[in-house]
């Protein structure tokens, strides 16, 4: 079994900065994506980023220049740093991982169960 566990998430004011983390435990044996979504109260949940295995990453046009998605592959863990925020952030924050439990095996999803991100003066 896979767990994915998110933290970082809080309130912060407009500009300000948050870092989220993601582990991922369990039964594993690689990663080859990880991402943040989030869902915002009303709305549909939506990419915010990407990071493969390789390091290439996307993004969501809302938040290039001041997101950015890194992983450390030996943790099995991944953060999203996240810079000059604003109201329209405010979101939970939701960690996904596609992997593979072994070698020559399927892909797998995972979710996280979301942290709050909360932009507000």
């Known amino acids: 079994q896979v767990q994915l566990v998110e933290s970082g998430g809080g309130l912060v004011q407009p500009g300000g900065s948050l870092r989220l983390s993601c582990a991922a435990s369990?039964?594993?044996?690689?990663?080859?994506?990880m991402g943040w979504y989030r869902q915002a109260p009303g709305k549909e949940r939506e990419l915010v980023a990407t990071i493969t295995s390789g390091g290439s990453t996307n993004y969501a046009d809302s938040v290039k220049g001041r997101f950015t998605i890194s992983r450390d592959n030996a943790k099995n863990t991944g953060y999203l740093q996240m810079n000059s925020l604003k109201p329209e952030d405010t979101a939970v924050y939701y960690c996904?991982?596609?992997?593979?439990?072994?070698?020559?095996?399927?892909?797998?999803?995972?979710w996280g169960q979301g942290t709050q991100v909360t932009v507000s003066s």
């Open positions: 996904n991982a596609n992997l593979k439990v072994v070698r020559f095996g399927s892909l797998h999803e995972y």
């Open positions: 369990g039964n594993i044996f690689s990663i080859v994506v």
